[in-house]
């Protein structure tokens, strides 16, 4: 048979592929704008058949027709391994819950810890070879397609045919259904425009940065803030290897500041396992040999990372400690986003020959009433997840200044930390920081 005669034995509606679902399944779908859309569409229209289906995703960015269907999960439980907004929409009507993860060892929870029965993702038509891209995310998904007993693909034309790495497709032998979907745009997620704050960190950063090297950003104002002053700097051979790739990547290549060259690794090549932005990025990535979709326990390896020299990891923090401890992921219990790769490129960062690991965060927030509140704080707010643990923290950065963590006693990162609060919560910190004993007199008082 031909690819073709083989494609066409295997096309069916969005409802024919639905009837594979049975109750009691645990339905994988692709990571992040790579959900699938007419397939879920297609679920939900079977609800009252079905029960207790879990329904794994990971950085939600399209609407889940089947669980908003039945919110009391009587018939599908959402389990997500990133919280986006949607995501913790979904927790507040019930039957939504978050999955922890340590990012790059997302591959082996799949294939190891983790039942399941069908895999279904959007991918790029297939090509002359009988293989399907899969586009903006490559994520955990060789580990999905390893273990699932059933694999599903809904293909778009509008997805963007990207290259590799690796396990950034799937042949067409290892198909068991092709849906050919509504073909509607990827999401586009607007670029959060910079606080004043945001300006004042990145320009703090800015001063440690240096030509050849290689940059990891998380989302944010802060990093877009970071990617247009680098993208509008003289710097020049920088390298990009990062989880996320958003759009700031683009402008620092078409700017002339990233290239690869100096990479250790992927040389040339800038080094990502999804991308989430807007259509100048997609069509960055279409057919562009200089970015390179590897899966995530390639792109996150604190051990691959760390070859490469001079690699600058940038995330963000929801508060931190005194003690150094950092929480990105909650207020309390209240679930606001996930560890992601933070931790893996904290770790990367350190390890990397003259590598440097930043975590960034405004000074103070206002609660609902309006009022401050300082972000860096005496100990963690009760409930609240560490994400990075003390020892693995190294540049803290607000708009106040940064501190190094690495290497200090108890008092040098209390006296530190309490350097880069906000001027109005110092006293407050200085006060904690003596009842709990790591407060040392000095002329910082």
């Known amino acids: 048979m031909s690819l073709q005669d083989i494609y066409r034995s295997k096309l069916v509606s969005p409802q024919q592929a639905a009837q594979l679902v049975k109750s009691g399944d645990w339905i994988e779908y692709g990571f992040c704008a790579t959900a699938p859309r007419a397939f879920d569409t297609a679920m939900a229209e079977r ?26 999960g009587e018939h599908f439980t959402w389990n997500s391994w990133h919280f986006t907004g949607l995501d913790r929409k979904y927790a507040g009507m019930g039957a939504a819950f978050y999955n922890p993860i340590k990012f790059s060892e997302l591959p082996r929870y799949v294939l190891e810890n983790q039942r399941t029965d069908i895999f279904v993702a959007q991918v790029a038509p297939m090509d002359k070879f009988g293989f399907f ?169 604190a051990e691959v990372a760390a070859k490469i020299d001079n690699l600058v990891t940038i995330n963000n923090a929801v508060e931190i400690d005194l003690f150094g401890q950092v929480c990105a992921e909650s207020a309390g219990v209240r679930h606001i986003s996930g560890q992601g790769g933070q931790l893996d490129f904290v770790i990367a960062g350190y390890l990397s020959k003259g590598g440097r690991s930043f975590i960034c965060l405004s000074s103070t927030y206002k609660d609902k009433q309006g009022n401050p509140k300082s972000r860096i704080l005496p100990t963690i707010t009760p409930g609240g997840i560490i994400t990075d643990t003390r020892s693995n923290t190294m540049y803290v950065v607000t708009e106040y200044g940064m501190f190094n963590c690495k290497g200090q006693s108890a008092w040098q990162r209390a006296e530190g930390l309490i350097g880069i609060a906000h001027p109005d919560f110092r006293e407050e910190l200085i006060k904690n920081a003596e009842k709990m004993g790591i407060w040392r007199r000095s002329h910082k008082r």
């Open 47 to 72: 609800k009252e058949e079905l029960f207790d289906v879990n329904i794994r995703v990971g950085v939600s960015v399209h609407p889940s027709k089947a669980f908003e269907s039945d919110p009391t």
């Open 133 to 301: 891209n899969f586009g903006v995310s490559n994520s955990h998904h060789y580990g999905a397609v390893a273990r699932a007993k059933k694999i599903v693909v809904e293909v778009n034309e509008k997805m963007p045919r990207v290259h590799g790495g690796y396990a950034h497709g799937i042949h067409i032998d290892q198909v068991d259904c092709i849906i050919e979907g509504d073909n509607l745009p990827l999401p586009e997620l607007p670029s959060a425009p910079p606080s004043e704050v945001d300006r004042a960190i990145a320009q703090l950063i800015m001063k440690e940065m240096h030509d050849g090297d290689c940059v990891q950003l998380g989302i944010g104002g802060m990093p877009n803030a970071l990617g247009a002053m680098i993208a509008e700097s003289d710097l020049k051979d920088l390298g990009g290897h990062t989880e996320m790739l958003a759009d700031s990547f683009v402008d620092m290549f078409m700017a002339g500041r990233m290239n690869g060259r100096r990479k250790n690794i992927d040389n040339g090549r800038m080094a990502y396992t999804f991308a989430l932005g807007s259509k100048k990025l997609y069509d960055f990535l279409d057919d562009n040999p200089f970015c390179a979709s590897y899966p995530v326990d390639y792109t996150n390896s």
